[in-house]
């Protein structure tokens, strides 16, 4: 069975930094991206990172230059380096990996920004 679970949520002041772990659990071929999004109350779900499995990345605009998505393959785990923090970067963020058939996701970590 496939569980995706994220860590390292929590509390921050604004322009500080987090870093999001996802661990991946179970077998899950052919994965074409890992992924995090993330979701403020009362707003659609959004991209914030993804990464292929050829390397390449893609970022959401707000984010750009702040975040930094990385994986470590030996420990099947993606990550999500978050710095100067603000208070709209408020949200559950979530862990995504999509292969061929289907769109795994975790359960979310809060991540909240103090201004």
């Known amino acids: 069975q496939v569980q995706l679970v994220e860590s390292g949520g929590g509390l921050v002041q604004a322009g500080g930094s987090l870093r999001l772990s996802c661990v991946v659990s179970?077998?899950?071929?052919?994965?074409?991206?890992m992924g995090w999004y993330r979701q403020a109350p009362g707003k659609q779900r959004e991209l914030v990172a993804r990464?292929?499995?050829?390397?390449?990345?893609d970022y959401g605009d707000s984010v750009k230059g702040r975040f930094t998505i990385s994986t470590d393959n030996a420990k099947n785990t993606v990550y999500l380096q978050m710095s100067s923090l603000k208070p709209e970067d408020t949200a559950v963020y979530y862990c995504n990996v999509l292969n061929q058939w289907t769109n795994y996701w975790g359960r979310g970590t809060q991540v909240t920004v103090s201004s």
């Open positions: 179970g077998s899950i071929f052919r994965v074409n991206a």
């Open positions: 990464i292929t499995s050829g390397g390449s990345t």
